[in-house]
């Protein structure tokens, strides 16, 4: 395998792989069997082979499952399946890869390069107060980019959230497209299946309850009860301590503007670009799936409106 390969985006030791195979109970002898026997298995599904698979993506799912082999294998076949249900946030990378224009123009999401108890911290928050400048595509598209290289070369039990919410406002919600977040969560929940340790909101306003009721139509009531409002960064670092944060935060770790220039290039740079070019060929063949039982009105994108009380 090579799980020990580092990405600059998303740096992980030998010491963290272990600790959270350890964790996990997950031994290395075993993983190398159950990676094989899912590969064979995959290579069975006339409208998965094609699509390819990687010894890394697999690994990453069976820490997903904690090492199942049944839930890897459901995970693998909804992720693909998603996948190619959301051709506008998976598909068309090369040209925003080959494009000068900046990936991050209204917001910032950046994953800290150090793990917190075997955990990634990620910080998102609007740049700017101005609701024309996000495009609710452009976001999600930036995310599933961002997923597939944590799917190829991070490792972690799951996801800390520090959500800043400074310049959000309801503008900014209602330029959410329903279907395209109906799509996203289909893929997260079902697909990739990361699981959210906790949601830390910073500079709540009365826009916190439209959010939170935004998140419950995508979001099961445990991680809904996992959000954390704080009062103040002291507050905040009482639950996610300044080494696994940046600068802007109080935080030990670079600034935002500095990661996004670092993003920006990485992102662009030959092996990672290539990579998720590689990445779109990731779906299913939904004509070959014996048994097919996609839904058609998921098919036809025909989704109720999203709902902001």
């Known amino acids: 395998m090579s799980v020990h390969e580092i990405h600059p985006m998303?740096?992980?030791?030998?010491?963290?792989?272990?600790?959270?195979?350890?964790?996990?109970?997950?031994?290395?002898?075993?993983?190398?069997?159950d990676i094989d026997a899912i590969i064979e298995w995959f290579q069975k599904q006339p409208h998965l082979v094609e699509a390819g698979i990687d010894r890394d993506f697999v690994e990453r799912m069976l820490v997903v499952t904690k090492g199942s082999l049944e839930k890897a294998k459901r995970r693998i076949d909804n992720f693909y399946k998603y996948r190619l249900l959301a051709p506008e946030i998976i598909q068309n990378r090369e040209k925003v890869l080959s494009d000068s224009e900046d990936l991050w123009t209204s917001y910032m999401q950046v994953t800290m390069p150090k793990m917190f108890k075997g955990h990634r911290v990620s910080v998102v928050k609007f740049l700017t107060a101005d609701p024309s400048d996000f495009n609710s595509e452009v976001?999600?598209?930036?995310?599933?980019?961002?997923?597939?290289?944590?799917?190829?070369?991070?490792?972690?039990?799951?996801?800390?959230?520090?959500?800043?919410?400074k310049y959000a406002t309801f503008a900014h919600l209602l330029r959410l497209n329903p279907n395209l977040m109906q799509k996203s969560a289909h893929l997260f929940h079902e697909g990739l299946g990361l699981r959210i340790h906790s949601i830390h909101v910073l500079n709540a306003t009365s826009l916190l309850q439209h959010v939170i009721s935004f998140m419950r139509q995508f979001f099961s009531p445990k991680i809904i009860d996992r959000v954390v409002v704080h009062e103040s960064l002291d507050d905040l670092h009482m639950s996610v301590p300044k080494r696994y944060l940046p600068k802007d935060y109080g935080g030990e770790e670079a600034a935002l503007s500095e990661f996004k220039d670092k993003y920006e290039k990485e992102i662009r740079s030959t092996n990672t670009k290539q990579f998720l070019l590689n990445c779109m060929k990731m779906v299913s063949n939904e004509k070959k799936r014996p048994n097919s039982d996609i839904n058609e009105e998921f098919l036809a994108g025909s989704f109720r409106k999203l709902d902001f009380d």
């Open 10 to 33: 998303f740096p992980c030791t030998r010491e963290d792989i272990q600790e959270i195979r350890r964790e996990l109970g997950l031994k290395e002898s075993t993983l190398e069997e």
């Open 139 to 165: 976001f999600m598209r930036n995310t599933f980019m961002l997923a597939d290289i944590r799917m190829k070369y991070d490792y972690f039990l799951g996801d800390i959230w520090v959500l800043d919410m």
